[in-house]
């Protein structure tokens, strides 16, 4: 299979706080994988650093055999990015802020035409494109921001919390899109605190923690490292993440 | 009501407000703790009182008796001022603020009943304003007691106590009742409601700036005491009124005043509580721009890129359809009706011909060109908020986004410049019989003010979205205006050079003046992309 990113030992501090401390690992293009942690674990920071707005203090990400820190404009043009709460630019209406995405990725008239109100109509956006992005829901906001991350057609996808507020039904299309993209030899990293998606939806997972990889592999072979055969996902995620002491947090709070 | 609950959440209210527009960390600390306000307020109030009492007291008699009489008008002007100031300053808070921040008050969630809130919002503005409260009592303190007027001075401190509230309960009801009317008129209005929105938030921001230039504050300060005297039936100026007969010894007209303003007060506190109650959640407001079917832009500028397009397009609706960002469209009209008022006396007089009066209307008219331009362009990348995301992710160089930047600040620039110069050669010879020299040295500040306010912006750029943000550092805005009026500087000198010594300008200035323009130009243009890719190279957010 053909290798879609490869992460090097990649290093990124913020000040005394070390986010991402010699992260490696490869995806190949029929691949999703789903990165997990407790928050603060440096997921997001490494995702940024995959799409090169971050910048690594070492290491080296490759994303379709093109290198982040040498060429980030031909990085950022084919990779889909979806950022974790994305803010959006309210002023805008719908279908402009997707038009000014679409130029800005270099979409011509013709191509604009033809995707814009197909994915406004898959993604239920249908007759609200013209009002301002301020009136939307929190909802609508996010699929307009999966929108703008897939409407370049872009070669691997990095999504960051990706179905925070979306409606069962975009969920599920959002769940399909990244497996039908698999199946077309579009791979995604994907970041999820929701567990049963993540169990769904990934064919691989890596789990961090403190910014470091705790384990990498499917969901069995992850059950199989915390000797928790036919747990859930949860279960071997609080056991690896040695957080499992929810019991004894619960008594305290309701005490 | 909870009065227990009205003073947390007075607390807290103070402290987002003065937390939330002080840029400073150490002044927001400081003052962000409402405990502080109040030692320094009277300490402010002592201080200037004391102060005042001794030049007084200093003083010789024929001055103290050229202060006596107008010591009382000026009492009775304070409490009208304060409530004057209270309602313009809380309007202008709820303008500035960024339109996410409004829907996400923690009183639409907690259980504070609309009294409650009303309470404990109008006790927080008072607070934050008592300050100027402090400073026009203070000022008033010292020739009230040297004047033996220590009486008159305690009536006007309490009613104008009493004005701050009622000017601060106003607040409240605009703030309820326009929540409501613009969320109905702009799902009606869609596109024209937001020109409507543009229009009067700039004439309001011209009118605030205007009103603030001595002129105009000294012709209100004659005018209030008239008015108050003329307007009697207006309950706003029945606290002045009722300091007003204190003074001439009016015991019936004081009391009738002053109960009547506390009445008065009484009923506004029950109406804002009755308005917050009845529009107590902010709607959303939905705004729709047309109702066609979407046709993708085809647009595109001369000599740039789809991209450069795409984001000048964007950033020209972020001017016009953000409410927080226009103020920066009110810039020109102040700056030009400021430069108005002090170069159009001067264009009358028998030295308007000379060159020495062209250097100075060349001078005058390059500084609100250089500022406006340097404002917009200083401004340009801050100002993408949160949302500067986009701009990293986007396959796009940091060229593209200079010349994106650049052409945006400069064109508004260059139809400031000739609008404002042409009105000014209607209105004045010397101005007409040189519009080319002076447009000439009017394009090249443009220039050389949007490329370096491009620099600064990338250097000190401020996403946050707050309440009045700068979207540039201080140092950012300080430097950055510094060095465009210095740059203006530099290029209108060889043009002066030559008028002061020829009369008129010589080949050689007008090339010297351009070829600096062009330097500036072409030094600061590779600066700022070099800023630029250093900043796009790590998300600031």
Redesign the interface.
């Known amino acids: 299979m053909v290798e879609a990113l490869r992460v090097e030992n990649v290093v990124k501090s913020f000040g005394n706080l070390m986010a991402v401390k010699g992260v490696s690992f490869t995806l190949e293009s029929n691949q999703i994988l789903g990165l997990l942690g407790p928050n603060g674990s440096g997921k997001s920071t490494l995702m940024?650093t995959m799409?090169g707005?971050?910048?690594p203090d070492a290491g080296a990400i490759t994303v379709q055999g093109v290198n982040v820190a040498s060429n980030?404009?031909?990085v950022?043009?084919i990779?889909g990015?979806v950022?974790e709460s994305?803010?959006?630019?309210?002023?805008?209406?719908g279908?402009?802020y997707l038009?000014?995405?679409?130029?800005?990725?270099?979409l011509g008239?013709d191509a604009?035409?033809e995707r814009?109100?197909e994915f406004?109509k898959a993604f239920d956006l249908e007759g609200r494109?013209?009002?301002?992005i301020?009136?939307y829901s929190q909802g609508m906001k996010q699929k307009l921001a999966i929108i703008a991350g897939i409407l370049h057609r872009p070669r691997i996808l990095i999504l960051d919390e990706p179905l925070n507020a979306l409606d069962p039904r975009s969920a599920r299309i959002v769940k399909d899109l990244i497996h039908k993209l698999r199946d077309d030899g579009v791979p995604t990293v994907f970041s999820t605190h929701v567990l049963e998606i993540a169990d769904a939806v990934c064919d691989r997972i890596i789990i961090m923690y403190n910014g470091t990889t705790l384990a990498d592999g499917t969901v069995e072979e992850l059950r199989s490292k915390a000797h928790k055969e036919g747990s859930s996902l949860e279960e071997v995620f609080l056991t690896l993440t040695g957080t499992s002491d929810t019991r004894e947090v619960v008594e305290e709070l309701t005490r | 009501m909870n009065l227990r609950a009205v003073y947390s959440l007075a607390v807290v209210l103070t402290r987002s407000q003065v937390r939330g527009t002080q840029r400073s960390k150490l002044l927001a600390r400081i003052f962000g703790e409402p405990r502080v306000i109040l030692p320094v307020d009277l300490a402010l109030l002592l201080g200037l009182g004391t102060i005042g009492y001794v030049i007084i007291s200093s003083i010789g008699n024929e001055l103290q008796g050229l202060l006596i009489p107008i010591l009382p008008k000026a009492l009775a002007g304070i409490p009208s001022a304060i409530m004057f100031m209270a309602i313009l300053f809380g309007v202008l808070y709820e303008i500035s603020q960024p339109i996410q921040s409004l829907s996400t008050d923690l009183v639409n969630w907690l259980p504070i009943t609309p009294t409650e809130y009303v309470a404990g919002s109008t006790i927080s503005e008072s607070y934050i304003y008592s300050f100027v409260l402090c400073l026009l009592l203070g000022a008033a303190l010292g020739p009230s007691l040297a004047f033996g007027m220590g009486w008159i001075w305690l009536g006007a401190a309490a009613l104008s106590v009493l004005a701050l509230f009622v000017g601060a309960f106003v607040v409240e009801i605009l703030d309820a009742t326009t929540n409501r009317i613009s969320s109905s008129f702009y799902r009606k209005s869609g596109r024209s409601g937001i020109i409507f929105r543009l229009i009067a938030t700039v004439a309001l921001l011209v009118f605030i700036q205007l009103l603030f230039s001595g002129y105009i504050i000294g012709y209100l300060l004659q005018s209030i005491i008239q008015a108050a005297l003329f307007a009697w039936f207006v309950p706003v100026v029945w606290p002045s009124l009722a300091v007003l007969s204190s003074s001439q010894g009016n015991t019936l007209n004081f009391l009738l005043f002053s109960s009547s303003s506390v009445v008065f007060g009484v009923v506004l506190f029950a109406l804002a509580a009755w308005f917050r109650g009845r529009f107590w959640v902010p709607v959303p407001v939905s705004i729709k721009l047309s109702t066609g079917t979407y046709r993708p832009t085809k647009f595109r500028l001369p000599l740039v890129g789809a991209a450069e397009t795409a984001l000048i397009q964007k950033d020209l609706r972020s001017l016009t359809r953000r409410r927080e960002m226009a103020r920066f469209l009110a810039i020109p009209f102040v700056l030009a009706i400021s430069m108005g008022i002090s170069i159009l006396p001067l264009s009358t007089g028998s030295t308007s011909q000379t060159p020495g009066f062209i250097f100075v209307t060349a001078l005058l008219y390059t500084l609100p060109v250089a500022i406006f331009v340097g404002a917009l362009s200083m401004t340009s990348i801050g100002q993408e908020g949160y949302a500067v995301w986009h701009i990293y992710i986007a396959p796009i160089k940091p060229s593209q986004i200079f010349r994106a930047k650049v052409l945006f600040a400069a064109c508004l620039g260059l139809i400031f410049s000739v609008a404002l110069l042409t009105i000014f050669s209607f209105l004045m010879s010397t101005v007409a019989a040189n519009y080319w020299t002076i447009l000439l040295i009017g394009v090249l500040v443009v220039m050389e003010a949007s490329t370096l306010g491009i620099y600064y912006a990338a250097r000190f750029p401020d996403f946050r979205e707050m309440v009045r943000s700068r979207y540039v550092g201080v140092w950012g805005s300080l430097l950055g205006l510094a060095t465009a009026l210095g740059a203006s500087l530099l290029t209108i000198m060889p043009a002066a050079v030559s008028l002061v010594l020829y009369g008129e300008l010589t080949p050689v200035s007008t090339i010297a003046t351009v070829a600096v323009g062009i330097l500036v130009v072409v030094a600061a243009a590779k600066l700022a992309v070099r800023q630029i890719t250093g900043l796009f190279k790590n998300i600031r957010i």
């Not at chain 1, 038009?99 to 270099?106: E, M, N, P, R, S």
């Not at chain 1, 494109?129 to 301002?132: D, I, R, V």
Request: proline share 12%.
């Open positions: 940024k799409v707005v971050i910048t980030p404009i031909e950022k043009r990779v990015f950022p994305p803010r959006l630019y309210e002023f805008l209406s279908s402009e038009d000014f995405v679409a130029t800005v990725h270099g008239p604009k035409r814009i109100p406004l494109e013209n009002e301002l301020h009136g």
